[in-house]
């Protein structure tokens, strides 16, 4: 029996020690539930900051288009954008409520974009850490986000009643009171990309608090970690050392480890590689064979310059070299890795490097990743480009030489048509013959427009327009486009007015190359106003001693979508065969080219049944003050 009782009491002994054992790994495995929580929920805090940041920079480019376009799809854009920072300040005040609204906060961290999965933590985080020292620097940043991102609301809605306002303006509204409009939304503007700049800074202050947290909050979790598992080790220890007279726990447990570790880093990247202090490769993890074909073995005391067999004088493998000499970090240095079977990839390395705890070098770790169909794609849409300006030149080239080779037979049809249609040999017995000659010069000097278009925008597309630079008269630009406008004014039955204030000034330009991007405007005008409609032409400078040529019309007007159509060489808005108006295209494109010229711009604004309004816009280097001013300097 007594040998009964023995086996009893170290039964009894040995229950006992893998009791306590087990308590002790349910303990650490409790803890390190919470570590991965606690890492989670960092993670869900970093996520969700980058979710307001990206929502707030979407808010502002919003914004901003919106200001640019007019368009309520943009301003819905900034109002979307703005619902995740507004869940989450929703958030923030349902959790600071007291009681806490946990269901309010909920809804609001939804909003925000948070992963479901992750709210109750984030919320639960909050309540329990909300006033600890690491974290209630966090908060700070949040509610002084909170506080900026309200006022951007306030100003998207200032800034959308501006533009209403601007667009119930009347198409005869004076320019100073759009002018004025402008002005107030470029400062609204302002102050937009002034609550930018400051959540940026808040958003990176945040980030940078909740690092400290969740760093602190490692520290702790790894503290315990490594207390409780000292008990554990001791125990254990023990029990061996009296049960077995081995100490190979230890061992063991380092090596499963380590084997832990690996195969969380053949996971977590595409590969991991260590380098020694002499830059040769002590580590390659399996990743690498799987990618390449080339084993870790067959790598291992060999430098990357060896193994990617480079030439060693390359400027880029020498800023690298460099870079390794200095034992700095280096991230996606990129490089071509020929392989054994012929063929290449391309492969994408950064690493930090190691020191001991006496400061001495001991190599480098880092990551790698193979980028070959990256760099092919960036290959394929660079060789894609390429040949697409090919075929832009090719057709440039070819649009002027077609323009040249028709130009010499039209001169000659221009000018016998001429001298039959003014019968100067005589007077031609069938007047119907005058006619056909008449019709006939007609539609050749329509077609010698149109080559003429065609040659400039050709020219200009090469490159090879230059201007002819003088003082020009803008007032007497104008009265010569009218002289040449009269007889169309007149048989479309349409009224034209001129308005050019008297603090403007002649312009520094080419006078050919300006009068004939208005009177292209007045074209237009004309052709699409119907009878009886208005057009008028007006000049006035702006705040930057910059000058403003406005054409408007009481015409068909177009939908603001279309305009950009309207710009495009040989492009019309309406295109079917069965469209009303005639024409190449090439007016408007070749007039908004020809103000480039000037380092002007062209805008234009215009809705269907309401009429258009292109407005040349020239810097002030080009309008030249008054000639009583320049005389009075």
């Given at each position: 029996?007594?040998?009964?009782?023995?086996?009893?009491?170290?039964?009894?002994?040995?229950?006992?020690?893998?009791?306590?054992?087990?308590?002790?790994?349910?303990?650490?495995?409790?803890?390190?539930?919470?570590a991965i929580e606690a890492v989670n929920v960092a993670r869900a805090y970093v996520g969700g900051e980058a979710l307001y940041s990206q929502a707030q920079k979407d808010a502002v480019i919003s914004l901003h288009r919106y200001a640019v376009s007019g368009e309520e799809d943009d301003y819905d854009d900034f109002v979307a954008a703005l619902k995740k920072p507004i869940g989450d300040f929703l958030?923030?005040?349902?959790?600071?409520?007291?009681?806490?609204?946990?269901?309010?906060?909920?809804?609001?961290?939804?909003?925000?974009?948070?992963?479901?999965?992750?709210?109750?933590?984030?919320?639960?985080?909050?309540?329990?850490?909300?006033?600890?020292?690491?974290?209630?620097?966090?908060?700070?940043?949040?509610?002084?986000?909170?506080?900026?991102?309200?006022?951007?609301?306030?100003?998207?809605?200032?800034?959308?009643?501006?533009?209403?306002?601007?667009?119930?303006?009347?198409?005869?509204?004076?320019?100073?009171?759009?002018?004025?409009?402008?002005?107030?939304?470029?400062?609204?503007?302002?102050?937009?990309?002034?609550?930018?700049?400051?959540?940026?800074?808040?958003?990176?202050?945040?980030?940078?608090?909740?690092?400290?947290?969740?760093?602190?909050?490692?520290?702790?979790?790894?503290?315990?970690?490594?207390?409780?598992?000292?008990?554990?080790?001791?125990?254990?220890?023990?029990?061996?050392?009296?049960?077995?007279?081995?100490?190979?726990?230890?061992?063991?447990?380092?090596?499963?480890?380590?084997?832990?570790?690996?195969?969380?880093?053949?996971?977590?990247?595409?590969?991991?590689?260590?380098?020694?202090?002499?830059?040769?490769?002590?580590?390659?993890?399996?990743?690498?064979?799987?990618?390449?074909?080339?084993?870790?073995?067959?790598?291992?005391?060999?430098?990357?310059?060896?193994?990617?067999?480079?030439?060693?004088?390359?400027?880029?493998?020498?800023?690298?070299?460099?870079?390794?000499?200095?034992?700095?970090?280096?991230?996606?240095?990129?490089?071509?890795?020929?392989?054994?079977?012929?063929?290449?990839?391309?492969?994408?390395?950064?690493?930090?490097?190691?020191?001991?705890?006496?400061?001495?070098f001991r190599g480098y770790r880092g990551t790698g990743n193979d980028i070959t169909l990256e760099m092919d794609t960036i290959a394929s849409l660079r060789q894609a480009k390429e040949q697409a300006e090919i075929a832009n030149r090719t057709k440039t080239t070819f649009l002027a030489n077609m323009s040249h080779e028709l130009r010499t037979p039209l001169n000659a049809i221009l000018g016998f048509?001429?001298?039959?249609?003014?019968?100067?040999?005589?007077?031609?017995?069938?007047?119907?013959?005058?006619?056909?000659?008449?019709?006939?010069?007609?539609?050749?000097?329509?077609?010698?427009?149109?080559?003429?278009?065609?040659?400039?925008?050709?020219?200009?597309?090469?490159?090879?327009?230059?201007?002819?630079?003088?003082?020009?008269?803008?007032?007497?630009?104008?009265?010569?486009?009218?002289?040449?406008?009269?007889?169309?004014?007149?048989?479309?039955?349409?009224?034209?007015?001129?308005?050019?204030?008297?603090?403007?000034?002649?312009?520094?330009?080419?006078?050919?190359?300006?009068?004939?991007?208005?009177?292209?405007?007045?074209?237009?005008?004309?052709?699409?106003?119907?009878?009886?409609?208005?057009?008028?032409?007006?000049?006035?400078?702006?705040?930057?001693?910059?000058?403003?040529?406005?054409?408007?019309?009481?015409?068909?007007?177009?939908?603001?979508?279309?305009?950009?159509?309207?710009?495009?060489?040989?492009?019309?808005?309406?295109?079917?065969?069965?469209?009303?108006?005639?024409?190449?295209?090439?007016?408007?494109?070749?007039?908004?080219?020809?103000?480039?010229?000037?380092?002007?711009?062209?805008?234009?604004?215009?809705?269907?049944?309401?009429?258009?309004?292109?407005?040349?816009?020239?810097?002030?280097?080009?309008?030249?003050?008054?000639?009583?001013?320049?005389?009075?300097?």
């Amino acid at each position: 029996m007594h040998w009964k009782s023995r086996i009893r009491r170290r039964l009894t002994r040995f229950i006992l020690v893998c009791t306590t054992f087990l308590l002790v790994q349910m303990a650490i495995l409790g803890l390190g539930l919470v570590a991965i929580e606690a890492v989670n929920v960092a993670r869900a805090y970093v996520g969700g900051e980058a979710l307001y940041s990206q929502a707030q920079k979407d808010a502002v480019i919003s914004l901003h288009r919106y200001a640019v376009s007019g368009e309520e799809d943009d301003y819905d854009d900034f109002v979307a954008a703005l619902k995740k920072p507004i869940g989450d300040f929703l958030a923030r005040q349902a959790l600071e409520a007291q009681p806490p609204d946990m269901t309010s906060a909920y809804v609001g961290l939804r909003q925000g974009g948070n992963d479901p999965a992750d709210i109750k933590g984030l919320a639960y985080f909050y309540l329990w850490f909300g006033e600890s020292d690491y974290f209630s620097e966090a908060l700070r940043d949040w509610r002084a986000a909170d506080r900026q991102m309200l006022s951007l609301s306030r100003l998207g809605a200032l800034i959308h009643d501006i533009i209403e306002r601007e667009r119930a303006l009347p198409a005869n509204a004076p320019a100073a009171d759009h002018a004025s409009l402008r002005l107030k939304t470029e400062n609204a503007l302002r102050a937009v990309d002034q609550i930018d700049r400051s959540l940026t800074e808040i958003e990176a202050s945040f980030a940078g608090h909740i690092g400290t947290t969740a760093r602190f909050a490692g520290r702790v979790v790894a503290i315990i970690l490594t207390v409780a598992s000292l008990q554990l080790w001791i125990i254990g220890g023990v029990v061996i050392w009296r049960m077995y007279r081995r100490n190979l726990l230890s061992d063991q447990a380092l090596e499963v480890s380590n084997e832990r570790f690996r195969d969380f880093a053949e996971i977590a990247s595409d590969w991991f590689w260590e380098m020694d202090a002499t830059l040769r490769i002590s580590y390659m993890s399996d990743r690498a064979h799987e990618l390449f074909g080339i084993r870790p073995e067959d790598m291992i005391g060999r430098s990357r310059f060896d193994i990617a067999q480079v030439d060693i004088d390359d400027p880029h493998w020498q800023a690298h070299s460099a870079t390794l000499a200095a034992r700095l970090p280096f991230r996606d240095f990129r490089y071509r890795l020929n392989l054994p079977d012929g063929q290449y990839r391309h492969v994408s390395v950064s690493g930090k490097p190691v020191f001991d705890s006496d400061g001495a070098f001991r190599g480098y770790r880092g990551t790698g990743n193979d980028i070959t169909l990256e760099m092919d794609t960036i290959a394929s849409l660079r060789q894609a480009k390429e040949q697409a300006e090919i075929a832009n030149r090719t057709k440039t080239t070819f649009l002027a030489n077609m323009s040249h080779e028709l130009r010499t037979p039209l001169n000659a049809i221009l000018g016998f048509s001429e001298v039959i249609r003014d019968q100067l040999f005589g007077v031609v017995a069938n007047s119907r013959y005058v006619d056909y000659a008449g019709s006939i010069n007609d539609a050749g000097r329509h077609l010698l427009r149109l080559i003429n278009d065609l040659l400039d925008i050709s020219r200009i597309e090469a490159g090879r327009m230059e201007l002819q630079e003088a003082v020009v008269d803008l007032r007497g630009i104008i009265q010569s486009c009218e002289l040449l406008t009269r007889e169309p004014l007149r048989n479309g039955k349409l009224t034209l007015t001129i308005d050019v204030a008297g603090n403007v000034g002649p312009l520094q330009g080419d006078e050919r190359k300006l009068k004939q991007a208005l009177l292209n405007l007045l074209g237009n005008a004309i052709k699409f106003t119907p009878a009886g409609g208005r057009i008028g032409v007006t000049a006035r400078c702006l705040p930057d001693n910059g000058l403003a040529i406005s054409v408007s019309d009481t015409g068909i007007g177009m939908r603001p979508s279309d305009i950009p159509k309207a710009l495009t060489p040989f492009m019309q808005v309406d295109s079917g065969l069965d469209r009303r108006h005639e024409g190449s295209g090439l007016g408007l494109p070749l007039a908004k080219a020809l103000i480039e010229l000037h380092q002007g711009r062209l805008e234009i604004t215009s809705e269907p049944e309401q009429g258009t309004t292109v407005m040349i816009i020239l810097p002030s280097q080009r309008h030249l003050p008054p000639a009583a001013d320049r005389i009075a300097g």
